[in-house]
């Protein structure tokens, strides 16, 4: 990531203001400030304003006419009676303002969370700068083969480059057309240049959300299900919560993140397991699947799952979670 | 629940349209729509208009170019499937639209559910009717004792009849002053003269949302811990969703209704339960807090639960969902 | 509006905070910041945060890596060009949290408003206080005979007299079968004891909305049909916001409040009274109309509008707006 | 636009069904149903479902029992006071769903519209068509010289040539590379291959609005001032919004499309014109600009704005609307 000099000028004079204030302030969040965190290869996300903290929210929670905290330890209490019971309009209480540099395949993604602010610069109306994402050779996967949206083992180092010098030929000559397009013999309207730009090119938005969509946004893109390029967004951005909203962070790793849902059907099967009552057949689906982490998937797909209640991804996952072999030995 | 002639007339006029349509239909929808369902004394939940089908889902699930069914139950697989990893957009492609009569105070918690759409009548327009929610004698209850906004044990006869003589007696003398003040000698404004009128008069409002807002708002208010007034409008909004879209109904007692989100600690008690090696402190909380169910309070509350990471309110809900004694025995 | 000492003190508290900040500040609203601005009898609307100011828009719309602005003037001119144009996003990078005290027939117009974050006291919880809205004898009025859903003229003197003691009786009554209801003897739940309250008694809650969102809601209720008792709140927001955001105030004054939608059939009868083109028959409704206003209904109902492409309401609409008799003259 | 036969073939499937229904139908929409309406060239809309009439906003309106329907006439009347006075939840009780084949780079100004369902197909789980928009010749223009964000004249015959050229060469190569990524030979993930496709190829979604939102949407994407590509889509759609709800449209056009907003200075200017009372500054800025129309713009921004409360810009937008010239001779 790099900044022209008049972008870490207006940067630096942003960051050199001081004022007063009867706002609450976070002093880490203040440490952060208009600063970018790279993302990316030139990618970033910025901290550009923030309403609120911890107290924030238990002072709406309590609808109060002072700060509404009490003790540390009670305010988190409250916060995380809040977190486990989904009481979550306190939450909204909160708001952070994200300057965002990103691919435009990831702007694609992320712009489905619809409960958010954004203001995107304008190809119809700018002339977009040259910088592409260029993956690093050790984000180059294969297709997975158990996931159909997701990536498999990383590409030898031939096909990385193979793949890279691709990339970098048609970034190279899509860009080059969209200049010729609008050069001065052609001088093609801009809103129809960009057509010819593909989705790896760098985009530009300000970005701002409530707390309570915000942290709905991390726990679906900060996911090991998410697209690697969107998660180092998510997780950049995790870091600015952990420090903003502390009590709140601790709530949500304790009660979302290492948490877990378990369907009827599950509770009911951990529940017998428990009390030693699984079924013969359920033992056995136990001990074969936890024995056949070894043997092919053709031999582990002669399991017998039906009348379970769950498929075999719902075991998988089930198994994954928890030690029911153990339950049984 | 009573209508006027004029009312009862216009809805079986209603109910006596048939048109032909290439749209899905529902026959089990067909059947029901425009018949009011009571809720409470004077309250109702009536079907005006639905928009799509279990089919609907999977249809917009693969971006369909026909119906985008194959077999039910493969149909069935994607929807579960969905409601299992929470992509929940395809759900947002059903719309249901309901009109509900209903008590301004049930009014006033139903409308926290901003996505969705609401018609609701005025009154600076309309003379608002002259109906109260009495409640039934068995639905008065006394303040829970463990529980800040909840309700114990039913009122004694004598005691509900007094209460209902007190709710009567307010709710004629309001709306006397209503009609007087809105009477010919004084003419009040309308707009002004409602402001007399208690949050048990009924109000009505055409309402209308998409299936995954739907599902989010049965989760939360056919919960036991919704106020009872509201649970019966939710469940019966939820017997019409499970005529409407039975496999996405039964998707969702399985993943959401029947289930339970375990967080980090709680998953972590419950393995270490599996595996036989809760901690000594474990397993006297466990204990002392199976046993206590016949004991008083204060003797519970002796328990330590310090250094655990739970709550005694969380292991509470743990052991309400788990049988950990069983384990240890 | 009278706090209690407690209040008053966690009030004092918050205000004499102060804190560093790199964020951007409004002098004028940190005076404004915590201190409640009276509305009606016993109501307020008090600043709890606010996020951004007119620069915070101008350094969104060129998606900015400082502050984005240049000069004051060049600053104005594009927030003027933003707020002419309807590009409203910029707009939403502002934000605006209240703690606003209000009755509950206002509230419920209020929350109507479905882009905002609410947090409001809750009557399941908490014993609402004993404050009812009594309005001032001179905001006492007769049911418009022109406007459905307005008022007219103001009560004699003695009516207003009259009315004012039926609401005051009747809250009296109300409240007290409230606390005798909730009282040791009967202990009803407080969940079910509120429903006996009526609407003009008072709720609070914490509201924070964006500026873009906000302009609206102060379109809808600061305009002269809206309920009194909401435009008054409207009305003290005005004066935040018309602090907090001056260029935006001045642009929305000027391209909203004080300007005026007209339909296609209004442009073309204006231009045909610019160029002396009207017809005779135009020519005659516009000088009957005007010659009217001293006439009786049953009169000026004689005008025949058929054939002109506008309702008498239109054409009095555009009579208000325009001097159409004078092009004429 | 062609649909492989599969498709046609599901097409035909879903157009043959007919089903008896007490919903209201609309014939138009009827014919209509599941038909793609090409948009440009190989894109399309398709009108997959529809919720409810012009009747329906009639309905909800009234908070209705039965259709809520009396005379057309009536009906109509009630619909155009919604429109001109900004009524516009009852429009919300309508409901529409589309599927729409499009270009990126529309489809990233598209889903800017927040309040909408959306499922687009998904480049991580499907390998992409390989369909790129190629602009027709005639629609190949300059960059504006007067609006930053707009194009000017056609190019001429051999620079549209070399455009289409450059497009077409680009997007041959970017789709091989795509191909040769994911080939048996390198096997890239799906969801990294993608990057290299240029926003000028054609994705797929299923859309669904309320009608509301929707006439939002068609008053800023079927302006002149919008994009043509988009533009195109936002017509063929008010095709369908015109059968399906006639009165809406009518009242649409009425109070939307063909009407204006006057700004307080604008409202002040016309009026002072048609009084004959226009300052002498203001007229000689009316009789030049009007002269000026075949002058070389520098001799026209010698005009001095200053002091009339309106740029430049306002003065040609009022004069465009409004034949103020006329006034004064």
Redesign the interface.
């Known amino acids: 990531m790099k900044?022209s000099s008049?972008?870490q000028?207006?940067?630096e004079?942003?960051?050199a203001?001081?004022?007063?204030?009867?706002?609450?302030?976070v002093a880490a969040l203040?440490e952060r400030?208009?600063a970018p965190i790279p993302c990316l290869d030139h990618g970033f996300v910025r901290l550009?304003?923030?309403?609120?903290d911890d107290g924030?929210i238990v002072?709406?929670?309590r609808?109060?006419?002072?700060?509404g905290t009490r003790t540390v330890n009670k305010d988190r209490?409250l916060i995380?009676y809040l977190m486990?019971h989904r009481h979550t309009?306190?939450l909204?209480?909160c708001?952070l303002?994200l300057?965002v540099k990103l691919?435009?395949?990831v702007a694609?993604q992320w712009?489905?969370h619809?409960?958010a602010?954004?203001?995107?610069?304008?190809?119809?109306?700018s002339v977009l700068d040259r910088e592409f994402?260029m993956?690093a050779p050790e984000h180059?996967?294969?297709?997975?083969t158990i996931n159909?949206?997701?990536?498999?083992r990383v590409?030898p180092a031939e096909?990385a480059h193979?793949?890279l010098a691709?990339?970098k030929?048609?970034a190279a000559?899509?860009y080059a057309?969209y200049e010729?397009?609008?050069g001065d013999?052609?001088?093609?309207?801009?809103?129809?240049a960009?057509?010819?730009?593909?989705?790896?090119l760098y985009t530009?938005?300000?970005w701002?959300i409530?707390l309570h969509n915000l942290l709905h946004f991390l726990s679906l893109r900060a996911d090991s299900h998410a697209?690697y390029e969107i998660r180092v967004y998510a997780e950049a951005i995790g870091d600015i919560v952990k420090d903003w909203v502390p009590s709140v962070w601790e709530a949500f790793?304790?009660?979302r993140?290492?948490?877990?849902?378990?369907?009827?059907?599950?509770?009911s099967v951990?529940?017998r397991?428990?009390?030693?009552e699984l079924t013969e057949r359920e033992a056995t689906i136990i001990a074969t699947m936890r024995d056949n982490q070894q043997r092919p998937a053709a031999e582990r797909s002669k399991i017998d799952f039906s009348g379970t209640?769950m498929?075999a991804r719902?075991w998988r996952g089930l198994l994954g979670?928890?030690?029911?072999s153990?339950?049984r030995d």
């Open positions: 900044l008049e972008e000028a207006a940067l004079e942003a960051r203001q001081s004022h007063a204030t009867r706002r609450p302030t203040e400030l208009f550009v304003d923030y309403m609120g924030a002072q709406a929670a609808v109060s006419y002072g700060k209490g995380r486990r309009t306190p909204e209480m708001e303002k300057h691919p435009i395949f694609r712009i489905r619809r409960t602010n954004v203001n995107e610069m304008s190809g119809r109306y994402y993956p180059l996967a294969r297709q997975s159909n949206q997701g990536r498999g590409l096909q193979e793949v691709l990339l030929r048609d000559q899509t057309s010729q397009m609008m013999d052609i001088g093609l309207a801009r809103e129809l960009r057509m010819n730009l593909p989705v790896n530009q938005w300000y701002k409530d697209q790793q304790d009660y993140v290492s948490g877990a849902f378990l369907s009827g059907p599950e509770l951990v529940n397991a428990l009390r030693g209640g498929s719902e979670r928890f030690d029911l153990a339950a």
